[in-house]
Nanobody, 123 residues
């Protein structure tokens, strides 16, 4: 599976961005998709995940109620809508795919990764 992430940028505190992750090269009904982020000097951390077949979602506590993960089956694209952004959301955001049917949280379970897109939230 190949993943192409896009949609990052610079936004002020309280603003919104939508990230996209377009997938190709696989049968996505048996995959889970996830978003991770990595700030400078920090480890990569889980943000959100979705199952491709049922659309079940799961979020990190730090983003729940502000971020929404979704998918468009026909476009084989996953999205991360980010609202009420904070400076601490500043990071490189990565999308990832795991050949599993349930929610996947550990980054080590993901086998395909996009190239990352920078999100910068100014105060």
């Amino acid at each position: 599976v190949q993943l192409q992430a896009s949609g990052g940028g610079l936004v002020q505190t309280g603003g919104s961005l939508r990230l996209s992750c377009t997938a190709s090269g696989g049968t996505f009904s048996s995959y889970a998709m996830g978003w991770f982020r990595q700030a400078p000097g920090a480890e990569r951390e889980f943000v959100a995940a979705i199952t491709w077949s049922s659309g079940k979602t799961y979020y990190a506590d730090s983003v729940e109620d502000r971020f929404t993960i979704s998918k468009a089956n026909a476009k084989t694209t996953a999205y991360l809508q980010m609202n009420s952004l904070k400076p601490e959301d500043t990071a490189v955001y990565y999308c990832a795919a795991a050949r599993m049917t349930g929610i996947v949280v550990p980054s080590t379970d993901y086998t395909s990764w996009g190239q990352g897109t920078q999100v910068t939230v100014s105060s």
